[in-house]
């Protein structure tokens, strides 16, 4: 793996990072207050090429690398601390991908160009009210017509339910196919039979998290993504993908927490001195340095793996790139988390405040704790099974 950025890498980088700023940091409150991304950081996403960045050039994306794109995802964790503008980044670059990659050739041309310039929503749709990773307990189920498929179910703890109703679009949802197997199918939100419930999350305020329930909607044969019967593998190669940009994400967010509590331990003056001359905060900061450095190679491998598995195709170790995203996601989020924690007790009282604008990304991040593209201990058990063998995975 050769580390070097080539200067077109560096360039886009320093053109994302400087969006962050002037657009991203501006609007964060905004975002936040008023529950959703405005239309005009949408747009200025578009123009910048940030919107389903691996999608190909002909359908209107970029055709970027995992790595460019794991570049483009630290900037953005980095710009909106929220977080929320990263969840819509991550879904529209990891499932903009792959539908590019498995999806119908009419599908694509209809769907991707709107996708690419923000004019349509793409998300994705597996977690259930009963759970989210027991994929053998999924009730929502895909039944083949002559001309298509009806869809019958529920999904909840789904992002961007509201996008996908206001700017059209919808979410690539797995479904247990009849026969053996299961279907991942394209579903418009706006198809007869679909209704909506918004959820009020404690973070990530600027995108919407809701439910989402199917009664016998009905999509056309376009809409399978990847073979009949063999969706998992689709939407598996799918979260490999999210969870590197979720990672890359909060490597951002905690580089941007750690200046700031590097500029308060050198401006903050207690007893006398700065802050950061008492060796238990300046320790602190050295080891939280660290484990940031130490997760964003880790981050930038996995995204280096999965451009060569694309490359490889059927040689790639699969394997390999399965351990290298479930590490990373298992230890970016914890690494943000705790940088943010960390660094809101070195501002005492102010960093509680609202001012101090640290708790929006304490909040944001702990939506990757918890669950979302997967929690930590899905991440445990993926690797479990990876490192012991499938006879150890804890359920069948």
């Known amino acids: 793996m050769d580390f070097h950025?080539?200067?077109?890498?560096?360039?886009?980088?320093?053109?994302?990072?400087?969006?962050?700023?002037?657009?991203l940091r501006t609007n964060e409150r905004r975002i936040d207050r008023d529950g959703r991304i405005p239309p005009e950081v949408i747009a200025a996403m578009a123009d910048l090429g940030l919107l389903a960045m691996p999608v190909p050039e002909e359908?209107?994306?970029?055709?970027?690398?995992?790595?460019?794109?794991?570049?483009?995802?630290?900037?953005?964790?980095r710009g909106d601390f929220s977080m929320?503008?990263?969840?819509?980044?991550?879904?529209?670059?990891?499932?903009?991908?792959i539908l590019a990659r498995h999806g119908q050739e009419s599908l694509k041309r209809e769907l991707l160009p709107n996708v690419t310039k923000g004019r349509a929503f793409l998300g994705i749709a597996t977690t259930e009210p009963g759970g989210g990773s027991d994929l053998g307990a999924m009730t929502t189920t895909s039944r083949r017509t002559d001309?298509?498929?009806?869809?019958?179910?529920?999904?909840?703890?789904?992002?961007?339910?509201?996008?996908?109703?206001?700017?059209?679009?919808?979410?690539?949802?797995l479904t247990k196919a009849p026969e053996k197997g299961?279907?991942?199918?394209?579903?418009?939100?706006?198809?007869?039979?679909?209704?909506?419930?918004?959820?009020?999350?404690?973070?990530?305020?600027?995108i919407s998290t809701g439910a989402l329930t199917y009664a016998d909607v009905r999509v056309p044969a376009a809409s399978l993504v990847g073979r009949e019967g063999a969706g998992f593998e689709v939407a598996m190669e799918g979260f490999s993908n999210a969870r590197t940009f979720v990672s890359a994400a909060c490597v951002g967010a905690a580089e941007r927490a750690l200046e700031a509590g590097i500029a308060h331990l050198r401006g903050r003056e207690v007893f006398g001195r700065p802050l950061g001359k008492f060796e238990g905060?300046?320790?602190?900061?050295?080891?939280?340095?660290?484990?940031?450095?130490?997760?964003?190679?880790?981050?930038?491998?996995?995204?280096?793996?999965?451009?060569?598995?694309?490359?490889?195709?059927?040689?790639?170790?699969?394997s390999e790139v399965e351990r290298a995203v479930a590490s990373v996601k298992l230890t970016a989020p914890q690494v943000a988390f705790e940088c943010v924690k960390r660094v809101m007790m070195w501002y005492g009282a102010s960093?509680?405040?609202?001012?101090?604008?640290?708790?929006?990304?304490?909040?944001?991040?702990?939506?990757?704790?918890?669950?979302?593209?997967?929690?930590?201990?899905?991440?445990?058990?993926?690797?479990?099974?990876?490192?012991l063998g499938r006879d150890f995975v804890p359920y069948r």
């Open 147 to 173: 001309d298509g498929f009806v869809v019958r179910g529920e999904k909840a703890f789904v992002s961007g339910v509201e996008e996908a109703k206001s700017l059209g679009g919808g979410h690539l949802t």
């Open 281 to 318: 905060p300046q320790f602190e900061l050295v080891d939280l340095w660290t484990q940031v450095e130490a997760v964003k190679w880790q981050c930038r491998r996995a995204a280096w793996l999965l451009d060569r598995a694309r490359q490889d195709g059927a040689r790639a170790d699969r």
């Open 5 to 23: 950025l080539s200067d077109e890498e560096r360039a886009f980088q320093e053109a994302v990072r400087r969006f962050g700023d002037r657009v």
């Open 59 to 77: 359908y209107g994306g970029m055709g970027a690398s995992a790595v460019l794109t794991e570049l483009a995802a630290e900037e953005v964790g």
């Open 182 to 206: 299961f279907n991942f199918l394209y579903v418009p939100t706006g198809a007869d039979g679909i209704s909506t419930q918004r959820f009020e999350n404690m973070g990530r305020m600027g």
């Open 351 to 387: 960093g509680y405040t609202k001012d101090a604008g640290l708790e929006l990304g304490l909040r944001g991040i702990m939506s990757y704790l918890v669950g979302a593209e997967g929690g930590l201990n899905v991440m445990r058990i993926i690797l479990g099974r990876e490192l």
């Open 84 to 97: 929320a503008t990263a969840v819509f980044f991550l879904l529209e670059a990891g499932w903009g991908g």
